[in-house]
């Protein structure tokens, strides 16, 4: 009986240890993961430096690291009252939106400086964000794909080491030239321009 006692009795205390060893563990699991995730929101956070995209072959000469520097937004119009509150005329040009500063200038065809907004330091981080360590993916049509001549304008460029890059500008109804943000980061980085094309006159510099 006592045998059996004294063995019954130490099963017990080696499952009381197996237990705090195992919420020592998840403890531990639980700690390690909030710091991992609050280290990584921290790096997420800190978008000070340049931003890069990696542009494959297809685009540039080879793939590679390129630091973005502007990002144009073509086709822009607003109310004059933007530069001129004596006229109702429309102003139209492309937007430049420089990387570093977040400043927003409306340029003409001969690069006069229409007007000048900024990005707030919110929305400078987000376009940041959605670009660093994006890539930039072509579109592959088979050569003996059968496809009809129509042209699709870019819906934004990146300038990037002396490069220009056409987003979403298409050479036929296959897509062929097509250009844009891999994955799902291309709608995303649709919505952020449209957003910014609609309400860039609304903006104000900090």
Not at 43 to 49: C, F, I, R, Y
Not at 66 to 82: F, K, M, R
Not at 173 to 183: E, P, V
Request: proline letters at 1%; charged letters at 20%.
């Amino acid at each position: 009986m006592k045998i059996a006692s004294i063995h019954n009795k130490t099963r017990k205390q080696g499952e009381i240890v197996k237990r705090v060893l195992a919420l020592m563990t998840m403890f531990c699991l639980v700690l390690g993961f909030q710091n991992c995730s609050q280290s990584n929101l921290q790096n997420a956070g800190d978008l000070s430096g340049d931003v890069s995209v990696i542009i494959p072959s297809e685009v540039g000469a080879s793939e590679s690291q390129s630091t973005v520097t502007y990002v144009e937004i073509p086709e822009v119009s607003a109310e004059s009252s933007v530069s001129s509150k004596a006229s109702s005329e429309a102003l139209a040009g492309r937007l430049v939106i420089s990387m570093q500063s977040g400043s927003i200038q409306l340029m003409d065809d001969a690069n006069n400086v229409l007007s000048q907004r900024c990005l707030d330091s919110s929305r400078l981080k987000e376009l940041k964000t959605i670009l660093s360590g994006s890539s930039i993916c072509a579109t592959e049509v088979s050569a003996d794909q059968i496809c009809a001549m129509r042209m699709k304008s870019a819906y934004a460029s990146l300038y990037a080491d002396e490069r220009r890059v056409n987003l979403g500008e298409e050479m036929d109804s296959c897509g062929r030239g097509k250009k844009d943000l891999c994955g799902g980061l291309a709608d995303v980085f649709r919505s952020y321009v449209s957003y910014v094309r609609a309400h860039w006159a609304e903006m104000e510099c900090e």
